[in-house]
């Protein structure tokens, strides 16, 4: 069964606290990435890689930081520095340049 | 679930009637277009792509639309049932570094 799966699918953090999501896919791809998810707006774009053991910050990466040690993996670490980190966090990966799929996502909320 | 799309546009629909959601694009240079679907809680989900070499690609029940001298991408649903219901995305690839820009997005209800 081929796909993106996200963990956890509900996760709560408290004021001054870490918090990594977790990324995986089966599907051999070479390119991930972690979007953000706003009520009202599109996806933005946090982090992005092409290959393992490389990334590339996007349009909001203050506040984050990625890992791309295997190329079926790529957590997402939302750090104390993110202000407003409270979103749906979506991680899609493609083959080359075209189409990404997407997880099912990972709600975060700040307490 | 996921309160996706508090603010957005919304299309309202009967069921059996087609559908026609709308995206205008921001660049010129974008060689490649996606339309997402996206339940409430879920992520988005590929439904159909196009080309800039194409302007027009059908599915099943879904054809996309590309207007390149405006800028316009359209998303056609044929006989739109209740389980259409959801946000629809358009996103497109200007070719750099396999980026998608996406737009806000558009809600699609289906009435009875």
């Known amino acids: 069964d081929g796909g993106i799966t996200q963990s956890p699918k509900y996760l709560f953090r408290k004021e001054g606290q870490n918090v990594t999501l977790s990324c995986e896919q089966n599907?051999?791809?070479?390119?991930m990435y972690w979007y953000r998810q706003d009520p009202g707006q599109g996806l933005r774009l946090i982090y992005y890689?092409?290959?393992?053991?490389?990334?590339q910050k996007g349009d909001i990466a203050e506040g984050y930081s990625v890992s791309r040690e295997k190329k079926e993996s790529f957590p997402l670490t939302v750090t104390s520095a993110q202000k407003n980190p409270t979103a749906f966090y979506l991680c899609?990966?493609?083959?080359?340049?075209?189409?990404?799929?997407f997880g099912p996502g990972t709600r975060l909320t700040v307490l | 679930g996921e309160s996706v799309g508090l603010h957005l546009p919304t299309l309202s629909v009967q069921e059996g009637d087609n559908s026609i959601i709308n995206c205008a694009y921001s660049?010129?240079?974008?060689?490649?277009f996606i339309w997402y679907k996206q339940e409430s809680g879920k992520g988005p989900q590929f439904i159909i792509d196009?080309?800039?070499?194409?302007d027009k690609r059908q599915g099943q029940r879904v054809t996309v639309l590309l207007n390149k001298t405006v800028k316009h991408l359209s998303l056609q649903i044929a006989a739109t049932q209740p389980g259409d219901s959801a946000v629809y995305f358009c996103?497109?690839?200007?070719?750099?570094?396999?980026?998608?820009?996406f737009g806000t997005g558009t809600r699609l209800q289906v009435t009875l």
């Open positions: 899609a990966s493609s083959s080359g340049s075209d189409t990404q799929y």
């Open positions: 599907l051999n791809h070479d390119a």
């Open positions: 890689s092409q290959i393992v053991n490389d990334f």
């Open positions: 660049n010129s240079a974008s060689d490649y």
């Open positions: 196009i080309r800039s070499n194409m």
């Open positions: 996103a497109e690839n200007t070719g750099t570094a396999s980026k998608l820009t």
